[in-house]
């Protein structure tokens, strides 16, 4: 049986909206850019950093560092030691030794998606910080992680699903709940 749509939370203005918002944030928390790089954890946390990349250089003026991780190795519910999963290479092309790193993802839900982003970071160095922005938080954590940059909460029941379709995935830029 598939999930059946409910409603679509975020359509392409409000996704915009909402990212333009997260850089506002970062750029307060962080006192500007001057020591942040921003890294999507793969997928669609890939093109969410790159948007707001943007919107931080429509604001300071400033490019700031973006690069991507794979989780996958990183993942506590891979079996290792039984088929190899594939492992695609992070794309990480800049010093992040005393940086503020902003991992930035879609959805956060049990939190485990972030604590293997922050096991893949600490592999290529030691950041003097790192955050968490997330396009959407749907509550139900396993482990005490929250994002410091939060597009909207949506608390769902765990039998919901919300699916973020953006560019270069999808044809349409849009957060809908399916349940």
């Known amino acids: 049986?598939?999930?059946?749509?409910?409603?679509?939370?975020?359509?392409?203005?409000?996704?915009?909206?909402?990212?333009?918002r997260i850089a506002h944030e970062i750029l307060e928390k962080n006192a500007g850019s001057d020591n942040i790089c921003l890294v999507g954890i793969k997928r669609r946390g890939i093109p969410i950093s790159k948007i707001i990349a943007e919107n931080i250089k429509e604001i300071e003026g400033n490019d700031v560092p973006v690069g991507s991780i794979d989780i996958t190795y990183y993942r506590d519910d891979m079996q290792h030691d039984t088929a190899e999963p594939v492992i695609h290479e992070s794309q990480i092309s800049f010093d992040i030794n005393d940086k503020t790193i902003i991992l930035v993802d879609d959805v956060l839900y049990t939190g485990r998606t972030a604590r293997a982003a922050m096991e893949g970071i600490m592999a290529h160095g030691r950041p003097a910080a790192i955050q968490l922005a997330v396009l959407i938080d749907r509550g139900h954590r396993e482990l005490p992680i929250r994002g410091d940059y939060v597009g909207k909460n949506v608390p769902t029941a765990k039998s919901e699903h919300i699916s973020v379709k953006l560019p270069p995935f999808e044809d349409i830029t849009a957060v809908e709940l399916f349940g």
């Open 1 to 20: 049986m598939s999930a059946q749509y409910k409603a679509t939370l975020l359509d392409d203005a409000a996704v915009g909206r909402a990212l333009k």
